[in-house]
């Protein structure tokens, strides 16, 4: 047995703890509980009783938040108060879903054009879900995606990151502790391998992945070939454009936010900034100066391996004609933040996603100039627009190609807030009604008044 599975402190880089690497007969295990728990408890079960779950789910996380942000510290690196947010933040999650999921789930009636009788969509569960989740959000990522699947009465096969093993006992040990049955939240220590075989099993009915873009296109191939659905969450390039502003200063401070939370290693992160060019050259004065200050006291990239992987990028970016601004070299998990600029749009690695602390500046002459340079890549999840004028921030809004638009704010994603993206950022939507409807069946029943029988 193998101990793939490992707290890796990045760091120090020591080995904190191990894990064995599931057998097949446990994975065998871990489906057929979870496709006997959706076949009794969801039928056992109201919505009523479900969300009822989840709020102590939510109690859970809030109570043993110092626990939960300490062991995602320590796992990928993550600033203390930043998980304890990421944990908080889950908490509401659950406990959102808890309050709205009768609402969601209630039957939907449809005005029928001819005939007599009534018609209505009732939302079901479809039964076992497989998700593979990343290593970046440990709580979060599997938040939106098990809390909404939970209260409609699907039930959840989890195999996490494989270095969030401790992240990933403290949730299954949560949703034990709140109550639920054997079978319905199940946590799997399983290898790609194992995972190929679980989405080609007939027991599990869908798949929901956050990762890469290559793993997700892997993923969505073995889903695509067994005829099951899957929700694709992966990367992203997002852009953030200045067009005007009334307070630089904010506006820089809001780049840096968008770039740098959890040391830039958001799939949803500010990462091409398009800046109008009269507000070009003051702007990127400001963002650089914001940039170095972040040197000191920034934590570690997740792993040496995610740090060495960006310095690669960055160095293929600079050969190709870009210009860094940094300070420092990289030491084992630790990156030095930076800025680029006068970056080719022909540089291979211009259309890489950069996971990690480093900004891409650009300089462009007019709104179109911003959106089709915005647009100008194969990802689309989210994106930022700054500007004064209300009529242009709509106008820029509309023809952006991602899956999500702020408009002046950063930071300001929210439960009821569906999100997801397009191209090759991946697609489906997670949270708010949309993230109770995609693994929900939408069973239309139609009655037609029966006809006198002779006795």
């Known amino acids: 047995m193998t101990n793939m599975y490992s707290v890796v402190d990045p760091a120090t880089g020591d080995v904190a703890a191990q894990y064995p690497t599931a057998t097949d007969e446990t994975i065998d295990g871990a489906l057929d509980s979870a496709v006997r728990a959706h076949w009794e408890w969801s039928r056992s079960t109201t919505v009523t009783d479900r969300a009822k779950l989840l709020r102590d789910v939510a109690d859970l996380h809030d109570e043993r938040v110092d626990e939960l942000a300490a062991i995602i510290h320590r796992e990928m690196g993550k600033p203390l108060d930043q998980a304890v947010g990421e944990v908080e933040f889950s908490a509401a999650i659950y406990a959102y879903y808890a309050d709205n ?24 569960p479809i039964g076992a879900l497989l998700g593979v989740m990343p290593w970046n959000y440990p709580y979060y990522q599997v938040a939106r995606f098990a809390a909404p699947n939970l209260a409609l009465g699907n039930t959840i096969v989890l195999k996490h990151a494989p270095q969030c093993p401790e992240s990933a006992a403290a949730l299954q040990k949560i949703f034990t502790d709140a109550g639920f049955p054997e079978g319905t939240y199940v946590n799997v220590y399983a290898t790609n391998e194992q995972v190929a075989d679980m989405i080609a099993d007939p027991r599990v009915r869908a798949v929901s992945f956050t990762g890469s873009e290559r793993a997700g296109a892997v993923i969505a191939e073995t889903a695509g070939r067994n005829l099951k659905k899957v929700v694709l969450e992966l990367g992203g390039s997002d852009p953030f454009i200045v067009l005007s502003t009334d307070d630089l200063d904010a506006t820089v401070q809001a780049a840096l936010e968008a770039r740098f939370e959890n040391t830039g290693q958001a799939c949803n992160a ?37 740090a060495e992987r960006l310095e690669e990028q960055v160095h293929r970016v600079v050969a190709d004609g870009a210009t860094l601004v940094s300070e420092g070299e ?60 209300a009529e242009q921030a709509m106008r820029v809004a509309d023809q952006i190609e991602a899956g999500m638009v702020f408009v002046n704010g950063v930071g300001i994603e929210g439960v009821e807030l569906p999100f997801g993206g397009i191209k090759r950022s991946g697609f489906g939507r997670e949270l708010g009604r949309a993230g109770i409807d995609e693994f929900a069946n939408k069973k239309l029943i139609r009655v037609t008044p029966g006809k006198g029988q002779q006795s």
């Open 101 to 124: 999921a009768e609402r969601f789930l209630a039957d939907e009636p449809i005005d029928l054009l001819e005939g007599e009788g009534s018609a209505l969509v009732r939302r079901q």
């Open 270 to 306: 500010g990462k091409r900034f398009i800046v109008a060019d009269e507000l070009y050259e003051p702007f990127l004065d400001l963002f650089t100066k914001g940039v170095l200050a972040l040197a000191e006291g920034l934590a570690p990239l997740s792993s040496v391996a995610a």
């Open 330 to 389: 990289r030491e084992g998990a630790y990156f030095p933040p930076g800025v680029l600029t006068e970056v080719s749009p022909t540089s291979p690695a211009a259309r890489e996603e950069l996971f990690g602390p480093v900004a891409t500046v650009y300089r462009v002459a007019s709104e179109d100039e911003a959106v089709a340079l915005a647009n100008d890549t194969l990802f689309g999840l989210g994106s930022y627009v700054f500007t004064t004028d």
